[in-house]
């Protein structure tokens, strides 16, 4: 099974996107899942993840107030929000789940190791 990231592309700064990320069944809709982005030459971070129900969001210092995480009605989809984007976002955009996180109220994990499901990513690229 991998995540489908889609919703990535170039916009100027102060503009903003909206990333999906699908799959299908129950090894998604009941685990936490997670963003992550790696830009050119550094390592992968993690950016925000929520929790099975939705109830609970996490998000890196640099993009709170910026990036707004959430799941569809069915718990199939997780989106993530992108307003007043910067340079320093560019990278490539990965969603995944944590495997260890099954019906978990609360965030397991913000190690990209401990994560599994990834799929390609989407490409964001923010020009100045």
């Known amino acids: 099974v991998q995540l489908q990231a889609s919703g990535g592309g170039l916009v100027q700064a102060g503009g903003s996107l909206r990333l999906s990320c699908a799959a299908s069944?129950?090894?998604?809709?009941?685990?936490?899942v997670g963003w992550f982005r790696q830009a050119p030459g550094k390592e992968r971070e993690f950016v925000s993840a929520?929790?099975?129900?939705?109830?609970?969001?996490y998000y890196t210092d640099s993009v709170k107030g910026r990036f707004t995480i959430s799941r569809g009605n069915a718990k199939n989809t997780v989106y993530l929000q992108m307003n007043s984007l910067k340079p320093g976002d560019t990278a490539i955009y990965h969603c995944?789940?944590?495997?260890?996180?099954?019906?978990?109220?609360?965030?397991?994990?913000?190690?990209?190791?401990?994560?599994?499901?990834w799929g390609q990513g989407t490409l964001v690229t923010v020009s100045s």
């Open positions: 995944a789940r944590d495997p260890r996180s099954m019906y978990a109220a609360c965030l397991v994990d913000k190690d990209a190791g401990e994560y599994d499901y």
């Open positions: 069944g129950r090894s998604f809709s009941t685990y936490t």
């Open positions: 929520i929790t099975w129900t939705g109830g609970k969001t």
